[in-house]
């Protein structure tokens, strides 16, 4: 064999070798690498507003039970009835206070739940929906003495791309008086629970006149809660809730 005839096999077997380990080659990405969700500050005002958008945070009304009572829940499959209230309450001063019209609760609801959410119009707890006129008329209720509230603060807040997510720490306080004559100095009992009200944390006892806050000593057993917004055109809107503990 000529060494011209051994240069030219040896350089096949060579080029087929190389062929056949191109299997274990990395190739480099060519996309660009995505962004790092981006941990913002929990004290900033403007995220509690946005949570306070959504959640009442009054046992009255029933939005924060049922929301705390929720594994998940999205714009698109939160209660119709939970979603007029919400819209109601968010309502500010130039929008709408009181008996809004069918169009008006059209705004209200997508001021929330985005530009394309829809709503059926129907009673709800604040008030009855009329047909022939085509308004809500409402009825809201008022504070009491000794009634379940919530204490809630917010954890943690990371921005991903167009998301917001936003958790809450929150317990559930339910007083007892301890005495039948109401004064500022009777002792009251605070059961503290999970925000669900089917856990016990704790029993405090303490003056009626003290003003109790409980959460700081209860933060690492509250229950915790995600709330998600989508930024649409510069804007936050409502996109889903989340138990998380």
Do not use: W
Not at 68 to 95: R, W
Not at 105 to 126: C, N, Q, R
Request: proline share 4%; net charge negative; hydrophobic share 35%.
């Amino acid at each position: 064999m000529s060494k011209y005839l051994v240069l030219l096999v040896l350089s096949f077997l060579i080029l087929l070798g190389g062929c056949t380990n191109n299997d274990h080659i990395e190739v480099t990405p060519t996309s660009e690498p995505t962004s790092t969700p981006m941990q913002l500050d929990p004290d900033d005002k403007i995220y509690q507003d946005l949570i306070d958008m959504v959640n009442i945070h009054s046992i009255f009304y029933g939005v924060s039970e049922y929301l705390y009572n929720s594994d998940y829940i999205t714009a698109d499959t939160i209660d119709n009835g939970k979603k007029l209230a919400i819209a109601v309450f968010h309502a500010t001063d130039d929008q709408v206070l009181s008996d809004p019209t069918k169009e008006e609760m059209d705004i209200l609801v997508k001021d929330v739940f985005g530009p394309d959410a829809t709503h059926i119009d129907e009673d709800f707890d604040l008030g009855t929906y009329d047909e022939e006129t085509g308004k809500y008329m409402l009825a809201f209720g008022v504070g009491g003495a000794f009634v379940p509230y919530y204490e809630y603060g917010i954890e943690k807040v990371v921005k991903d791309h167009d998301l917001l997510m936003i958790d809450e720490v929150v317990i559930k306080i339910r007083p007892e008086p301890l005495a039948d004559d109401y004064s500022e100095d009777m002792m009251v009992k605070s059961d503290i629970l999970s925000a669900d009200g089917n856990t016990l944390l704790d029993t405090r006892e303490h003056p009626l006149s003290e003003e109790a806050s409980f959460l700081e000593d209860y933060r690492d057993v509250a229950s915790v809660y995600r709330y998600i917004f989508k930024d649409i055109d510069g804007k936050y809107y409502f996109d889903s809730f989340e138990k998380i503990s």
